[in-house]
């Protein structure tokens, strides 16, 4: 089966404190695949979900459910069946224009905005084709940068459209910030909550593992040193992946031979929003590999960071949240769709609706 998987990356440091996310995608020819599904994301947690089978938007957290009446959940209801029939369309026009007749094909939109803890924001909107960079919004000029040669025809037409880029900018400098502030405060405790990682390093064969797990939010750095100094070459490093409790977890391995290994002290050291120390974790023999569950000992020890910058600027904030699952594909936002804006008070019915039109 063809599989889709779209990630949603903040780029930047951690000064970006919160976002908001949505993703349209519309598939044609894949087997057990919604033709369209529409997902929105604040920060790491899904908040609400439509697809073309049950075709209403619903909540996928308690604190958006409880503090949005019925009228705001009929109103992306409205949206996204409006978007559906919209992107369905664009599959179709985005495969003539590909010179492509049948086979499995997807058209994906990104849009949102963060907003830094210094007060300024992003905004970004772009599309995609069967998993890569399509067209997208440079905000700061209000025109569209085609990454395909085959969008030249899309970008004359929605350059020209100004009412519509108007509307956008006001959406994404305005609206779409009102909407995230008030979804992090619905979600605050959720949102905000910062629980520290468990640190365990174990050998097989000539790979030595650093297994990092329980730890929320999901921005993390982890490093390995030998003998003190910080090792680059044969590091893997692997993808933060979610627990079943909300927490995420990632393994990065170090290429080692087993002389290398008796000779020097090789430690795994990580950083983590939740705490203002280094965990420290040398690789000593016998160590193992985790048992059932993952579970391993607890950190050896802590050291406080060099003095620099904050904690935040050290870690970076990257976010991937895995919307759609059915492939091989991926495809991540780029920097380019990014735009400093200015934020001001506004209104409006729904969150996800930017008056998006192919």
């Keep these: 089966m063809y599989l889709v998987l779209v990630l949603f990356w903040s780029h930047g440091v951690s000064s970006v404190t919160h976002s908001l996310q949505y993703a349209y995608t519309g598939a044609l020819g894949i087997a057990e695949f919604p033709e369209f599904i529409a ?10 979900h439509y697809d073309s089978e049950r075709r209403r938007t619903e909540p996928r957290q308690e604190w958006m459910e409880r503090n949005l009446e019925t009228g705001y959940w009929e109103s992306e209801t409205a949206t996204s069946q409006n978007q559906e029939e919209l992107v369905k369309r664009d599959v179709k026009i985005a495969m003539e224009r590909y010179n492509h007749s049948d086979g499995a094909h997807t058209v994906q939109l990104m849009y949102g905005c963060e907003l830094d803890d210094d007060g300024s924001t992003r905004g970004f909107m772009q599309y995609g084709y069967d998993g890569e960079d399509h067209i997208v919004l440079d905000l700061e000029t209000m025109t569209w940068t085609t990454v395909q040669p085959q969008a030249a025809i899309t970008k004359q037409e929605w350059d020209s459209d ?12 305005q609206e779409c910030i009102e909407w995230l502030k008030q979804f992090v405060g619905f979600g605050r405790s959720s949102l905000e909550r910062k629980i520290p990682p468990e640190v365990s ?7 030595v593992t650093c297994h990092v797990t329980g730890f929320f939010p999901r921005g993390i750095l982890v490093s390995w040193e030998r003998d003190g100094e910080e090792v680059y070459e044969g590091v893997r490093q692997g993808e933060i992946l979610p627990n079943e409790d909300g927490t995420f977890q990632m393994r990065s391995t ?15 050291r990580v950083m983590h929003s939740s705490q203002d120390e280094w965990l420290i974790r040398p690789w000593e023999p016998n160590q193992g590999t985790p048992g059932p569950g993952g579970t391993l000992p607890p950190p ?3 050291i406080a960071p060099p003095t620099g910058p904050p904690l935040g600027i050290i870690i970076g904030c ?25 934020t001001s008070d506004t209104d409006s019915e729904n969150s996800s609706n930017p008056a998006m039109k192919a």
């Excluded at 997902?39 to 899904?46: E, I, M, Y």
């Design 318 to 342: 990257v976010v991937a949240v895995m919307l759609l699952a059915a492939g091989v594909t991926v495809w991540k936002k780029s920097r380019t769709g990014y735009g400093k804006t200015n």
């Design 162 to 173: 100004r009412a519509r880029n108007a509307y956008l900018s006001d959406y994404f400098t």
């Design 201 to 207: 390093v174990f050998q097989k064969d000539s790979q």
């Design 39 to 48: 997902t929105g994301v604040v920060d790491d947690f899904p908040i609400m």
């Design 254 to 268: 170090l290429e080692v031979s087993p002389e290398e290994l008796q000779g020097h002290l090789y430690t795994c």
């Design 300 to 302: 050896s020890r802590r």
